[in-house]
């Protein structure tokens, strides 16, 4: 399963040193063992070259099954074994180390990017254009609903050692978890359609309309291929280059925020009264549809496997939960800063003007630069290089996460290059068909745009549900097991973010649903999709489940 067995490591010492080494007690040999030589920090990034013996018997289950990282693959925290010699049940947590969270930092900025990808941006924008400022508050407390979700599913990876398609593979029957599999793809392509016209988009504004949004496309893919191919040079190099994508967008946007001088009054009142009227309920509605990302949650699960945890050592599992809850919450923080900037912006420049109701990704560029003119570096062209960080660096999180996802619902053994290929062919070509297709005019790309966030709002209950499910069973994560009461609190939470964008879904059939054959389907699809639902509930264990099952039983009494 990809667990790391942290005992072999320190027991096999090389032979030369076995007669020279003090038979005083066993914890003397473990530490000798430990420190050879001087270790420096670049050197507990990247797998000891000590450790060639135990990377060269592989296990059994790491080829039987297919795992997220390969123990090779995977970065040595260098003192855990240290801090665990501690405790004898190696349940003691040490005490808190900057050193130690900086190498743990890294799969929550990756996380992260799904918060800022172009959907993301063009409903920020949105906001600020026909809301104003009003609706911020609404953005930091949906990206706290997000961060709870993200640290659940960091939970599950930590404590089982397995990503959430893994365990989903184990916990359901056959046909479910196909279901489920093919729902989570269905996600995976509409956020990587979204996300590769952005990038397109982003291209065609800093080519000056020389490059078509086709070519963007096919521009965009290439890079994605470009970027993976870092990762065989180990994990801490992509994360580099996210952080670098991340920094891009961050300064991009503050630029932007800098040279429109929103109001910080209102920009306080919006973060801190409430507010909602009935003709901002909508885009009220896609700014917390826009933060659960259903392809995210599993995603996050399968980051964590990167860093060398043993799960059957509670120590090493609390203190990684507890670096990686730190490290995800600086992401988002970074994240909800970034997509204030985008709606503080717009709120400024277009609230109650005439451009509101019309303003998208397509033309927003152009909108800034008459708004606020050339400058000393135009608008126009900072906008396209935020945009562009956003859609690459997205696109490369989506291709990573599609990895996991087939990987771990089918166990498919495949070269994770070939994987991609296969993961990447599966979003790229209908994004291409899209781009031809949707290319004709900006509205059609905004009719387009609505439709791939309905087709994500659909899967969101089968990401959570599960999640939910396995984090709150004790067989699945023993002492790790979430209490009653935060199993409330996130049931509360996925309640509340599946009614919302249930209730996008009815404002979205209601105004487009025409003919009584179209209007049949689509009524015998929602009775499908609600069944389904339920069954994931009621399968879940949880005191919603066993409301349902005595509802039933009352009815059929």
């Known amino acids: 399963m990809g667990k790391g067995n942290g005992n072999s490591n320190y027991t096999m010492n090389p032979p030369q040193e076995q007669d020279n080494t003090p038979s005083d007690s066993p914890k003397v040999q473990v530490l000798e063992a430990q420190e050879p030589e001087p270790v420096n920090e670049s050197h507990r990034l990247l797998p000891s070259p000590l450790r060639s013996t135990e990377n060269s018997v592989k296990t059994e289950q790491e080829d039987e099954e297919d795992v997220a990282y390969e123990s090779g693959e995977k970065i040595l925290i260098h003192d855990f074994e240290l801090d665990s010699t501690s405790s004898t049940d190696f349940s003691s947590v040490p005490p808190f180390s900057f050193k130690k969270l900086w190498l743990f ?19 920020d924008l949105q906001a600020g254009a026909i809301a104003g400022y009003s609706l911020l508050w609404l953005l930091m407390w949906a990206t706290v609903m997000g961060l709870l979700i993200q640290l659940l599913s960091v939970r599950v990876g930590v404590a089982t050692g397995r990503h959430l398609s893994e365990l989903c593979r184990e916990e359901y029957p056959d046909w479910a978890r196909l279901l489920l599999w093919f729902m989570a793809e269905l996600a995976l392509i ?36 470009m970027f993976l191919l870092l ?8 994360e580099a280059v996210f952080a670098v994508l991340i920094s891009t967008m961050a300064l991009s946007f503050a630029w932007m925020f800098a040279d429109t001088k929103p109001s910080g009054k209102e920009l306080l009142i919006g973060l801190l009264v409430p507010k909602l009227s009935s003709r901002t309920i909508r885009q009220a509605v896609g700014v ?54 985008v709606t503080t912006v717009f709120a400024k420049g277009f609230y109650g003007s005439k451009q509101a109701d019309g303003i998208g990704l397509v033309n927003a560029g152009q909108y800034l630069q008459e708004k606020y003119g050339g400058g000393l570096f135009p608008i126009l062209y900072i906008w396209g290089i935020g945009l562009l960080a956003a859609g690459q660096s997205s696109t490369i999180t989506g291709t990573y996460a599609g990895q996991f996802i087939m990987g771990g619902f089918l166990n498919l053994r495949l070269k994770k ?28 790309l905004d009719i387009l745009n609505e439709w791939l966030n309905v087709l994500q709002s659909i899967q969101i209950p089968f990401a959570l549900i599960p999640l939910l499910t396995l984090v709150s069973k004790e067989q699945v994560m023993g002492v790790f097991k979430i209490g009653p009461a935060l199993e409330r609190v996130a049931w509360t939470v996925a309640g509340l973010v599946i009614v919302i964008n249930g209730y996008l879904l009815l404002d979205f059939f209601l105004s487009e649903v025409n003919g009584l054959l179209f209007g049949f389907l689509v009524c015998a699809g929602t009775a499908a999709y609600v069944s389904f639902i339920v069954y994931l509930i009621s399968h879940s264990g949880s005191e919603l489940s066993n409301w349902l099952k005595q509802l039933f039983s009352k009815g059929n009494a």
């Open 288 to 341: 917390v549809g826009c933060v659960i990302m259903p392809h995210n949650v599993f995603l996050h699960s399968a980051l964590v496997q990167s860093r060398k945890i043993d799960p059957n050592k509670k120590g090493q599992v609390q203190e990684a939960i507890n670096y990686y809850g730190i490290e995800s919450s600086v992401a988002l923080l970074v994240s909800f800063m970034i997509n204030l900037f």
């Open 231 to 238: 990762e065989n040079y180990g994990v801490r190099k992509l």
């Open 105 to 123: 930092t890294g799969p929550g900025f990756l996380m992260s990017i799904a918060f800022l990808d172009p959907g993301n941006l063009e409903g």
């Open 417 to 444: 290059s070939l994987r991609a290929l296969i993961t990447r062919s599966c979003a790229i070509l209908p994004t291409i068909m899209v781009a031809l297709v949707f290319n004709k005019s900006e509205a059609s």
């Open 190 to 225: 509409g956020a990587d359609i979204q996300e590769v016209i952005g990038s397109a988009i982003a291209i065609q504004i800093l080519s000056r309309g020389m490059i078509p949004l086709w070519a963007g496309v096919l521009i965009t893919a290439s890079d994605c291929f």
